[in-house]
């Protein structure tokens, strides 16, 4: 299975299956998430194809493309996925355009500061594969402004991933995944 079908099926059955983002849902089901698999080698790469797709989507309307997923290949570590955040941030802020969007690092070991690695929140940004999620920045207020208890998410979605017990992202994809999370939510 490829990098954007493996990333569909996770956003599928983990983020909207265990309502992790309340938000995901519409841009998966109206497809105006823009996915690619980057077949970068250096970071420096990868840097510019992530500043492909904000131009791409700087010129596109967030009816036709809402948010965009850029996937890696597994040889990326968490800590270069953090660099290369730190490198597009300042890219962005330089070209005054950190305001219109926002990044979000999702990786197979990704791990808050603050938790142990085998903490359940720690699956919140858990994916498959290494990824930035590039977000509108006017979407992600709207989104929040039309969404009660917003501050509860983060709270919600580490008592859920507490009560599966989710061990290792590849969980997602078995079988029975999604008859086993149904009783949680």
């Not at 790469?45 to 997923?69: E, G, H, P, R």
């Not at 938790?115 to 992600?140: C, K």
Request: one cysteine or more; proline letters at 3%.
């Amino acid at each position: 299975m490829n990098g954007v079908k493996v990333t569909k099926l996770w956003i599928e059955r983990f983020v909207i299956g265990l309502r992790l983002c309340p938000f995901a849902r519409y841009s998966f089901y109206d497809d105006t998430i823009y996915y690619e698999s980057s077949n970068a080698t250096k970071l420096e790469d990868c840097l510019n194809d992530l500043l492909s797709i904000v131009q791409k989507m700087d010129k596109t309307s967030s009816k036709n493309l809402s948010n965009a997923f850029v996937i890696f290949n597994a040889s990326y570590s968490f800590f270069d996925m953090l660099d290369l955040k730190e490198y597009l941030d300042s890219h962005l802020e330089e070209n005054e355009l950190l305001d219109q969007f926002q990044f979000v690092v999702f990786h197979p070991e990704f791990q808050f500061a603050d938790e142990e690695f085998h903490a359940s929140g720690n699956f919140t940004n858990r994916s498959p594969l290494p990824m930035i999620h590039i977000l509108r920045e006017d979407e992600v207020a709207q989104a929040i402004e039309k969404t009660e208890d917003v501050d509860r998410i983060p709270y919600r979605n580490k008592e859920v991933l507490e009560k599966i017990k989710i061990k290792k992202i590849s969980e997602v994809f078995e079988d029975r995944f999604m008859e086993k999370i149904n009783t949680y939510i």
